[in-house]
């Protein structure tokens, strides 16, 4: 059957997805960002926790920008409705291993809690067209982990999603996300959360 929508069903649909065009981040703003950001301890909406399976995005976040990034399917994304803002997030995050029989095997060290950023936006850089949640984890994964389970505790915000003149500056600011989520995290009421029930598998801290 063919449904047919009304103009008024597509004018709708088309302004959920308009937005206005990202600001261009400058040389200056990205030499002067602060190394700490956020209250001490994490404030609402934060935590917010993600988890599902690892995706393939387009593969540019690694062999373009030296920092590769998992995607999470769209169906774990809902959590991240309490907050209105798109842009550069810190938390934790654990890769554990699925039953698949597909997926490359994971070393010990790669199912540890990780300190992560997320990128949450449309990636007005590369023009994409989708909402999308990457996630960098910050450990050497030897291989990649597509198909395994992810579970990430989101704790804060770093900025908004910007919009590029050169790959270089993309990767200064996403240099400086990875230092500043470090800082962050190493705050006691932070760093409490690596230890949280969804990591553990244990009841609550
Ligand atoms: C910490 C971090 C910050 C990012 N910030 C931005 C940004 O401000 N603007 C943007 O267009 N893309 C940003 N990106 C997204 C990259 O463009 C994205 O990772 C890239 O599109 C690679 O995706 P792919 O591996 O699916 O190809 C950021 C990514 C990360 C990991």
């Known amino acids: 059957m063919t449904v047919t929508k009304t103009h008024a069903e597509t004018a709708a649909e088309a302004a959920l997805h308009e937005r206005p065009p990202a600001p261009v981040s400058k040389s200056d703003a990205r030499a002067h960002r602060p ?22 995005g387009f593969g540019r976040g690694g062999k373009d920008l030296g920092c590769p990034t998992a995607n999470l399917p769209d169906e774990s994304l809902p959590p991240m409705s309490s907050v ?48 999308t949640a990457e996630i960098h984890v910050m450990h050497d994964f030897r291989k990649d982990f597509y198909g395994h389970e992810m579970k ?17 500056a993309l990767i200064e600011d996403i240099e400086t996300d ?10 006691p009421a932070y760093e409490k959360f690596k230890q949280h029930t969804i990591f553990t598998g244990h009841p609550k801290l």
């Not at 095997?105 to 790669?110: A, E, G, R, V, Y």
Request: aromatic share 10%; with cysteine; proline share 9%.
């Open 152 to 168: 990430a505790i989101v704790l804060g915000y770093i900025r908004p999603e910007l919009d590029y003149v050169s790959r270089e």
């Open 84 to 131: 209105t803002q798109t842009g550069v997030y810190y938390g934790f995050a654990q890769v554990t291993p699925s039953n698949d029989g597909q997926s490359t095997p994971l070393t010990s060290q790669d199912t540890l809690v990780h300190p992560m950023v997320m990128s949450l936006g449309w990636n007005p850089f590369y023009k994409n067209k989708q909402l």
């Open 35 to 56: 190394s700490i950001v956020g209250p001490d301890i994490p404030e609402e909406p934060f935590p917010i926790i993600l988890s599902g399976s690892v995706q393939r």
């Open 178 to 187: 990875k230092r500043v989520a470090l800082n962050c995290l190493t705050r």
